[in-house]
């Protein structure tokens, strides 16, 4: 069992930043990666990032590639998602992920993830 606990979310205005951070604890040894999905009002979830734990590999959704990043830090068993030039349009509550060992789905479906956080709201004003 993993469990995950995010912070960081909050209402800012267009164009600013804001960085997700996302706790793990439990079977951190079973975990092939971690990623952030996200779902805005009246909308499925949809992927944002993955960052693989070991080789350190980045993925991401078209619309947030070149303004957010996403890294890890193993020794805290930390995974921030850095989010700059924020829109209106992301919006949405913010869920940690964490896709274990031997998953066969792809980094960028959820059915990959088996453990989730409580999520975080990010509010980008205009």
């Known amino acids: 069992q993993v469990q995950l606990v995010e912070s960081g979310g909050g209402l800012v205005q267009a164009g600013d930043s804001l960085r997700l951070s996302c706790a793990a604890s439990?079977?951190?040894?079973?975990?092939?990666?971690m990623g952030w999905f996200r779902r805005a009002p009246g909308k499925e979830r949809e992927f944002v990032a993955a960052i693989n734990r070991s080789s350190g590999s980045t993925f991401y959704a078209d619309s947030v590639k070149g303004r957010f990043t996403i890294s890890r830090d193993n020794a805290k068993n930390t995974v921030y998602l850095q989010m700059n030039s924020l829109k209106p349009e992301d919006t949405a509550i913010y869920y940690c992920?964490?896709?274990?060992?031997?998953?066969?789905?792809?980094?960028?479906?959820?059915?990959?993830?088996?453990?989730w956080g409580q999520g975080t709201q990010v509010t980008v004003s205009s």
């Open positions: 992920a964490a896709r274990p060992l031997g998953s066969s789905a792809s980094y960028y479906s959820d059915r990959g993830y088996a453990s």
């Open positions: 439990g079977r951190i040894f079973s975990l092939n990666s």
